[in-house]
């Protein structure tokens, strides 16, 4: 008999849909159920392709003992971390808060008033490794809230008071100058790890963001250093295990500090960023293994992640079928020699052992090799690595494939949006930029109401229930900004000032700029939450920042510039401490030293060839957060290209920065020379 969620249109909730406990969305009828029958609520929190949320979900919510323990002493409420963020994000600040660590599945007993007394993570069946089993928590759990219901109270509303007292001190309005970016970028040269790429130790994520911020920084200042750290990085992770060496794309992060052995679930959200990251790696250096890697990320995204209604779907599973019946995580990743030798032949699996990495012993479990691209000073066939490389991934299609996630959020549709339409307009890829436009067109027709207010995900064209948060309103914004610069279409420009107004009206704070995660007339949660860290994703308040910048020097908007400074005064606080965790708020006050740039192309069209020379230079240009508006002379596509007429006939390109613009130039290579200076 389903339960609850039946009805619901996030994958993740209809995983638990046929389990045996009487689960219930986040809703208030769950915690007026919780208050009518005197009992306390269970919060399980977690996404669909998250590893052990699999396995406490088959260990303890698909057995009937327990779910008629939960059934009869708790009101149990399932939620998808990626549908709500800002539940996941106010009670993973609590079990932060109250045992030093958080992660997924996120387990938090609440009172009915939803003011949470005890946490957790993932709980096993049974006691092991010091932890308790999950019913030895249920039962200490049910026997405190029967026997000492006042004193869990006091905890519960002890513990609510001290989140609410945990207010940002974010160091004011003023935006960070050139000192805080200096100690930003000695700060991240102390962390690096010279030997391997990246950043600290094991495991490690890719830093996408921290790179744009060291490629950025390089562009205004010539740090070489900066460059150094973001080329070696990138490369590291191109020819790691963490990149799927056979169809592109990444994996969450590498459990390992050499970038061998991913965690194998592959986001929407890592490789919109890696994309993008890698084709402005090859627009600062020309590396041919950038162009090759943002290539075949953006293809990954396309062939893999794309749904049947032009969005990008949220993630594909660690986990796979072995062949054997078995879920058994990187499954459809690894080889072993002999799987080799079946797909290969004799000769060519040789071949193929050398080049990508794979050994007898194995570099991951029972013998199996994660495929890397191992420096080697043996040159290989090119034609023979690409007959094998074609061969193997034919061989692996046969294999059970992981599971895809197909909801569509809206924020990583929006990274996607701009890593697509920029990774197509450099490559000359015109089928990207059409998947970026796809997609937006998407988030226009399913997720945005009359008012141009967002809704966070949809699935199968329809739109969920939830209210979009500021991460959303940010980075969709970004994307249409991107795409506004990519195609010449002031329409994009239109509908990111659409959502950048909400953000003005409804998320931040007036008195201080600081900025919030959720509207002010969202659901009231026990906090309204609050964090402009940069994670596995930029933050909304790094995100509507930057979209924020790139929307003023378009339009000369003085409230949206000067919102974007105030909510910079974050990155001037946190940038020289923690750099790591504000990369896109470093790479955002990047842009705001160096102007941003307002580069308009006038032309009779953008299929002319001269103005198309004039406008690719401007999308190749290297100065941070540059802008790029595109049309007809005199046109009202774009405020930029106003009063901005043709010289002598001929397409022309106009470059300002800081209220004083260039003279006018026709020749590409002057352009060039204005944008890099």
Same mark, same amino acid.
């Given at each position: 008999?389903?339960?609850?969620? /039946?009805?619901?249109?996030?994958?993740?909730?209809?995983?638990?849909?046929?389990?045996?406990?009487?689960?219930?969305?986040?809703?208030?009828?769950?915690?007026?159920?919780?208050?009518?029958?005197?009992?306390?609520?269970?919060?399980?929190?977690?996404?669909?392709?998250?590893?052990?949320?699999?396995?406490?979900?088959?260990?303890?919510?698909?057995? +009937?003992?327990?779910?008629?323990?939960?059934?009869?002493?708790?009101?149990?409420?399932?939620?998808?971390?990626?549908?709500?963020?800002?539940?996941?994000?106010?009670?993973?600040?609590?079990?932060?808060?109250?045992?030093?660590?958080?992660?997924?599945?996120?387990?938090?007993?609440?009172?009915?008033?939803? =003011?949470?007394?005890?946490?957790?993570?993932?709980?096993?069946?049974?006691?092991?490794?010091?932890?308790?089993?999950?019913?030895?928590?249920?039962?200490?759990?049910?026997?405190?809230?029967?026997?000492?219901?006042?004193?869990?109270?006091?905890?519960?509303?002890? @513990?609510?008071?001290?989140?609410?007292?945990?207010? @940002?001190?974010?160091?004011?309005?003023?935006?960070?100058?050139? #000192?805080?970016?200096? #100690?930003?970028?000695?700060?991240?040269?102390?962390?690096?790890?010279? #030997?391997?790429?990246?950043?600290?130790?094991?495991?490690?994520?890719?830093?996408?963001?921290?790179?744009?911020?060291?490629?950025?920084?390089? $562009?205004?200042?010539?740090?070489? !250093?900066?460059?150094?750290?973001?080329?070696?990085?990138?490369?590291?992770?191109?020819?790691?295990?963490?990149?799927?060496?056979?169809?592109? !794309?990444?994996?969450?992060?590498?459990?390992?500090?050499?970038?061998?052995?991913?965690?194998?679930?592959?986001?929407?959200?890592?490789?919109?960023?890696?994309?993008?990251?890698?084709?402005?790696?090859?627009?600062?250096?020309?590396?041919?293994?950038?162009?090759?890697?943002?290539?075949?990320?953006?293809?990954?995204?396309?062939?893999?992640?794309?749904? +049947?209604?032009?969005?990008?779907?949220?993630?594909?599973?660690?986990?796979? %079928?072995?062949?054997?019946?078995?879920?058994?995580?990187?499954?459809?990743?690894?080889?072993?020699?002999?799987?080799?030798?079946?797909?290969?032949?004799? %000769? %060519?699996? =040789?071949?193929?052992?050398?080049?990508?990495?794979?050994?007898?012993?194995?570099?991951?479990?029972?013998?199996?090799?994660?495929?890397?691209?191992? #420096?080697?000073?043996?040159?290989?066939?090119?034609?023979?690595?690409?007959?094998?490389?074609?061969?193997?991934?034919?061989?692996?299609?046969?294999?059970?494939?992981?599971?895809?996630?197909?909801?569509?959020?809206?924020?990583?549709?929006?990274? /996607?949006?701009?890593?697509?339409?920029?990774?197509?307009?450099?490559?000359?890829?015109?089928?990207?930029?059409?998947?970026?436009?796809?997609?937006?067109?998407?988030?226009?027709?399913?997720?945005?109401?009359?008012?141009?207010?967002?809704?966070?995900?949809?699935?199968?064209?329809?739109?969920? !229930?939830?209210?979009?948060?500021?991460?959303?309103?940010?980075?969709?914004?970004?994307?249409?900004?991107?795409?506004?610069?990519?195609?010449?279409?002031?329409?994009?420009?239109?509908?990111?000032?659409?959502?950048?107004?909400?953000?003005?009206?409804?998320?931040?704070?007036?008195?201080?700029?600081?900025?919030? %995660?959720?509207?002010?007339?969202?659901?009231?949660?026990?906090?309204?939450?609050?964090?402009?860290?940069?994670?596995?994703?930029?933050?909304?308040?790094?995100? $509507?920042?930057?979209?924020?910048?790139?929307?003023?020097?378009?339009?000369?908007?003085?409230?949206?510039?000067?919102?974007?400074?105030?909510?910079? !005064?974050?990155?001037?606080?946190?940038?020289?401490?923690?750099?790591?965790?504000?990369?896109?708020?470093?790479?955002?006050?990047?842009?705001?030293?160096?102007?941003?740039?307002?580069?308009?192309?006038?032309?009779?069209?953008?299929?002319?060839?001269?103005?198309?020379?004039?406008?690719?230079?401007?999308?190749?240009?290297?100065?941070?957060?540059?802008?790029?508006? /595109?049309?007809? /002379?005199?046109?009202?596509?774009?405020?930029?290209? $106003?009063?901005?007429?043709?010289?002598?006939?001929?397409?022309?390109?106009?470059?300002?920065?800081?209220?004083?613009?260039?003279?006018?130039?026709?020749?590409?290579?002057?352009?060039? =020379?204005?944008?890099?200076?």
């Amino acid at each position: 008999m389903p339960n609850r969620l /039946a009805h619901e249109t996030s994958p993740y909730l209809l995983q638990h849909a046929d389990n045996p406990v009487d689960w219930w969305p986040w809703s208030e009828e769950a915690f007026e159920e919780a208050r009518r029958s005197g009992r306390p609520v269970l919060l399980s929190v977690g996404y669909s392709s998250c590893h052990w949320c699999h396995v406490m979900a088959h260990e303890s919510f698909e057995d +009937e003992a327990t779910a008629d323990f939960l059934n009869t002493h708790f009101v149990s409420v399932k939620v998808d971390r990626e549908e709500r963020p800002d539940v996941d994000a106010v009670y993973m600040e609590a079990v932060q808060a109250a045992t030093g660590q958080g992660g997924w599945p996120m387990t938090v007993f609440l009172t009915p008033d939803a =003011e949470p007394f005890y946490f957790g993570t993932y709980f096993p069946p049974a006691p092991r490794h010091g932890m308790p089993s999950f019913r030895q928590v249920l039962e200490g759990v049910r026997g405190a809230w029967t026997d000492r219901r006042d004193e869990v109270a006091e905890v519960a509303g002890k @513990i609510v008071q001290d989140l609410a007292g945990r207010e @940002i001190s974010y160091g004011g309005t003023e935006a960070p100058g050139e #000192q805080e970016l200096a #100690q930003a970028l000695l700060g991240l040269t102390r962390e690096y790890d010279p #030997q391997r790429g990246g950043f600290g130790g094991a495991p490690k994520f890719p830093p996408s963001m921290v790179i744009e911020f060291l490629l950025r920084h390089h $562009a205004r200042t010539g740090a070489e !250093g900066a460059l150094q750290m973001a080329r070696d990085t990138c490369e590291r992770m191109a020819r790691g295990g963490i990149y799927d060496q056979l169809g592109g !794309g990444f994996a969450r992060y590498s459990v390992d500090r050499d970038w061998v052995i991913p965690h194998f679930e592959k986001m929407l959200y890592d490789n919109a960023l890696l994309c993008r990251v890698y084709a402005h790696l090859w627009r600062a250096t020309g590396s041919d293994l950038a162009r090759r890697v943002a290539l075949e990320t953006a293809d990954f995204m396309v062939r893999e992640l794309r749904t +049947e209604q032009g969005g990008f779907a949220s993630a594909l599973d660690a986990d796979s %079928d072995d062949g054997t019946g078995r879920h058994v995580e990187g499954a459809y990743y690894v080889w072993t020699p002999e799987q080799l030798r079946e797909a290969l032949g004799d %000769d %060519d699996a =040789e071949l193929a052992a050398r080049y990508f990495g794979v050994t007898e012993e194995g570099t991951f479990e029972e013998g199996a090799s994660v495929l890397q691209l191992p #420096q080697r000073d043996e040159v290989f066939d090119a034609e023979r690595v690409a007959s094998v490389r074609g061969r193997l991934l034919e061989a692996r299609a046969g294999r059970p494939e992981p599971g895809r996630d197909d909801k569509v959020v809206a924020a990583w549709n929006g990274l /996607a949006i701009a890593a697509l339409a920029e990774t197509g307009a450099y490559f000359d890829r015109p089928d990207l930029v059409d998947a970026a436009l796809c997609a937006a067109d998407l988030l226009v027709r399913v997720h945005l109401d009359e008012q141009a207010r967002l809704t966070r995900t949809s699935k199968d064209g329809r739109a969920g !229930g939830n209210a979009g948060v500021l991460e959303d309103y940010g980075d969709v914004a970004e994307g249409f900004l991107a795409l506004a610069s990519v195609t010449g279409e002031g329409v994009w420009l239109d509908f990111a000032g659409f959502l950048l107004d909400h953000v003005l009206a409804r998320f931040v704070d007036e008195e201080s700029g600081a900025l919030f %995660d959720t509207a002010a007339d969202a659901e009231r949660l026990i906090r309204r939450p609050q964090d402009p860290t940069d994670n596995a994703v930029p933050s909304g308040w790094s995100a $509507a920042a930057g979209a924020l910048l790139g929307y003023a020097a378009h339009t000369g908007s003085e409230p949206h510039r000067r919102a974007a400074e105030r909510a910079l !005064g974050v990155v001037k606080a946190l940038g020289p401490r923690v750099p790591r965790f504000i990369g896109w708020g470093l790479a955002v006050a990047e842009a705001l030293l160096d102007g941003p740039r307002e580069i308009a192309v006038v032309g009779p069209a953008l299929s002319d060839e001269a103005t198309r020379a004039l406008h690719r230079t401007a999308l190749l240009g290297t100065a941070p957060g540059a802008v790029v508006a /595109a049309g007809a /002379a005199e046109s009202d596509e774009f405020p930029l290209l $106003a009063g901005r007429p043709l010289q002598q006939g001929a397409p022309a390109a106009y470059v300002c920065r800081n209220f004083t613009c260039d003279a006018p130039t026709t020749d590409p290579e002057r352009l060039r =020379e204005a944008l890099s200076s």
